[in-house]
């Protein structure tokens, strides 16, 4: 993790990056694909299952993210003193329990 300017920046390998942006892409694809159902007139509970789904592959991409959270600026904030990482973490860990 790099700060510039008062920005926290967060360096992330290829294969991080790569699986992240894949996440997002089928995310995107299912998004169009309830827009096309809602102008299409689809039936309503197919479309609540299609929200449903984009809704577990968020939860996906957000585990996958915290993952990659956890593992390298958790731990490097760990291992430089700065504690109060370990309060950031619990803070958005509380947020995504909600």
Do not use: P, W
Request: proline share 0%.
């Amino acid at each position: 993790m790099q700060e510039i300017q008062g920005n926290k920046k967060t360096m992330r390998s290829i294969h991080q990056k790569k699986a992240l942006m894949n996440r997002l892409k089928r995310l995107e694809g299912q998004i169009r694909g309830i827009e096309k159902m809602v102008e299409e007139d689809a039936y309503c509970n197919d479309i609540l299952q299609q929200s449903m789904a984009a809704g577990s592959a968020i939860d996906g991409f957000n585990q996958e993210l915290l993952g990659f959270h956890m593992k390298g600026c958790v731990t490097e904030g760990i291992k430089n003193g700065d504690e109060e990482i370990v309060d950031e973490l619990l803070k958005t860990m509380r947020k995504l329990m909600k």
